[in-house]
């Protein structure tokens, strides 16, 4: 077959380009993939592609919504299990530290009976999942707070940052809490 044709050459060797030398199957000294693994990474495409449709089927089904409030419950528990121990280690120096402990069970309670209720998943979980995300910027303000009374301030920021209550924290108990409003939001499964 003619080198620059698409067709192959030689077992195994794919000439997409024009220029190919049939001789040795090399053009400015790059091989050209064998067959294989080309079509190994059209399938690869392909079933991304059927990734992403099943994604956008399943917020389109309203499957989705179960599985976004169910994964609020699990990220409700992690986080205040990781709070209580961070808030333990500062020995609880503020009752406001309480409140975010206190909401991940409640967080959790919502999530579930999301999955399986939905009037439960448009009352109790928005409900409980605002009061989360408010929770959440409170700790920012509070822990920017916390970094701003470090000795230094915002002016010696880097080192106040590593030594101080962690800024970014809060902010993932305020996307729990997103979670759950989206899971609100989104249609429910017929």
């Known amino acids: ?38 079509a190994v990474k059209d399938a690869a495409v392909k079933d991304a592609v059927q990734g992403i449709d099943r994604m956008v089927r399943n917020i389109q089904t309203g499957r989705f919504e179960r599985s976004l ?26 009752k406001l530290m309480w409140i975010p402990v206190a909401l991940g069970p409640v967080g959790a309670v919502a999530g579930i009976a999301g999955v399986f209720s939905r009037r439960l998943a448009k009352t109790a979980l ?37 030594m101080g209550p962690p800024l970014m924290a809060p902010l993932l108990v305020t996307m729990v809490g997103g979670m759950g409003l989206l899971a609100a939001i989104l249609r429910r499964e017929q």
Request: overall charge positive.
């Open 1 to 38: 077959m003619r080198a620059g044709t698409g067709r192959l050459v030689c077992p195994g060797v794919h000439t997409a380009q024009p220029g190919l030398s049939r001789k040795t199957g090399f053009r400015r000294g790059i091989m050209f993939k064998p067959l294989h693994e080309t």
């Open 69 to 94: 409030a169910g994964l609020t419950a699990v990220g409700s528990i992690v986080t205040a299990v990781e709070i209580y121990f961070e808030h333990d280690s500062a020995s609880f120096g503020n």
């Open 126 to 162: 928005p409900l409980a999942s605002a009061i989360i995300v408010a929770n959440g910027l409170q700790g920012t303000y509070l822990h920017a707070r916390g970094i701003h009374q470090k000795p230094g301030g915002f002016r010696n920021f880097r080192y106040n940052m590593e």
